[in-house]
């Protein structure tokens, strides 16, 4: 599930997309995870007070559990989407996944991953060339991982999860159903 958060950039309107982190519908609550770097949104996560408030518009969840499930998740991602992948993990928690995580700095070691040593393979990528570095180690491992039953999740910057995303379902053939990619950013 996610939300569209809008934020005040000098009397405009500023929005950002955030997945809503172990939301429970029962005591009303959820959290949201920011990346703090520079931005209204970020500027605003650091600067905000308990009972402050913010627009946020309900978009819901276009997310289907993939039908049949696969024998493991194929999961690229990066920073941006760490709660989408976190998410993830906890929806299927008896299946194996492995994860590529694109990384740009040193303090991404000690993010939050929800990943199980004993099921899932969490595979870091420093980013390189404007995500190419991912690019190329996607292609290079994910033949051996894959099959038309599999499904792969992507969301990392718009460019490189165009890349995989195509290579998914172009070159590997898998089922556009089976593939799941959607840029998340932008690099400038």
């Known amino acids: 599930m ?22 429970d519908a029962a005591a009303g609550t959820f959290g949201l995870e920011f990346a703090l770097h520079d931005g209204v949104a970020s500027r605003w996560a650091r600067d905000c007070a308990v009972g402050d408030t913010v627009e946020a ?3 819901g969840t276009g997310f289907e559990a993939p039908d049949p499930l696969p024998g493991r998740l194929l999961v690229v991602g990066d920073t941006a989407s ?5 998410s993830l993990l ?12 694109e990384t740009q700095h040193a303090s991404d070691d000690a993010l939050p991953f929800r990943v199980d040593p004993e099921r899932h393979d969490l595979r870091r990528v420093p980013r390189e060339k404007g995500g190419a570095a991912l690019v190329d180690r996607v292609k290079a491992e994910l033949p051996a991982l894959a099959d038309p039953a599999s499904y792969v999740w992507i969301a990392c910057d ?9 290579y998914a ?6 089922p556009k159903e089976r593939v799941h990619a959607l840029g998340y950013w932008r690099d400038s």
Do not use: C
């Open 2 to 23: 996610w939300v569209r958060v809008w934020f005040d950039d000098g009397g405009k309107p500023h929005q950002r997309a955030y997945t809503l982190v172990d939301p």
């Open 169 to 174: 379902r172009k070159e590997l053939g898998l």
């Open 158 to 166: 718009t460019s490189t999860t165009r890349a995989l995303g195509g």
């Open 57 to 59: 518009t309900l978009q």
């Open 82 to 86: 760490l709660p989408a992948i976190n």
């Open 90 to 101: 906890d929806a299927f928690p008896g299946l194996p996944a492995t994860v590529w995580f």
